[in-house]
């Protein structure tokens, strides 16, 4: 595996002595990781969490709002990534992208697991997509992603983000937004066409 020179938390990483500067590069490690995941390295997926974990419990705290339930959850995120390293396809998105959906698929399961248990409150708040939990070199797609998402026409936006970080099924939506079903998934979907295109 390419030799990797720790730097601290929180800092940026490097690779062969030299940034992460670029997608492309930071892509093309976090896939051999995925792969040497996949074959049961374990130092590789220690590498794979500390490059990652930020973004994932970033992510689950955004859907939960509960810190313990979020880094439970962000543990389980692991558990699964370690299982399902092998079965990780470079071809058909990029490894942020992958880690991402698990993160957010086990994140909505947990919340809708909690609500029906009634410790977490059904609420319709547009969660705050401006963290930190992002290293630099992972904040450009997200940046870009914000300001799509920020210059939606307001209903896009509220539909978007409650499907995507609260966990909304379409009928919610048109309950919470008070619209037809067919006009929530239209919404959803227009914003989500609107965010594919800028990542482009």
Known sequence: MTSVVPMAHG?????????????????AF??????????GNRA??????????????????T?????????????????TIWKKAASYDPTKGNPMAWIGTIARNRAIDRLRAERARGFIDFTDEV?????????????ADAIVVRRVIDGLRPEFRKALLLSYFNGYTNAELAEV???PIGTAKSWVRRGLAAVKEALE
């Open 44 to 61: 590789a997926f220690r590498r794979l969490y500390d490059l990652t974990s930020r973004f994932v419990f970033g992510l689950t705290t």
């Open 127 to 139: 969660p705050d997509l401006a963290d930190d939990s992002l290293s630099a070199e992972m904040a």
């Open 11 to 27: 800092s940026k990483e490097y690779l062969d002595g030299g940034a992460l500067a670029d997608a492309a590069q930071r892509n």
């Open 177 to 179: 937004l008070d619209v």
């Open 30 to 39: 976090l896939n051999q990781l995925l792969s040497d995941c996949g074959s």
């Open 63 to 79: 859907v939960l709002r509960d810190r313990q339930i979020a880094e439970e959850v962000a543990q389980e995120v692991y558990v």
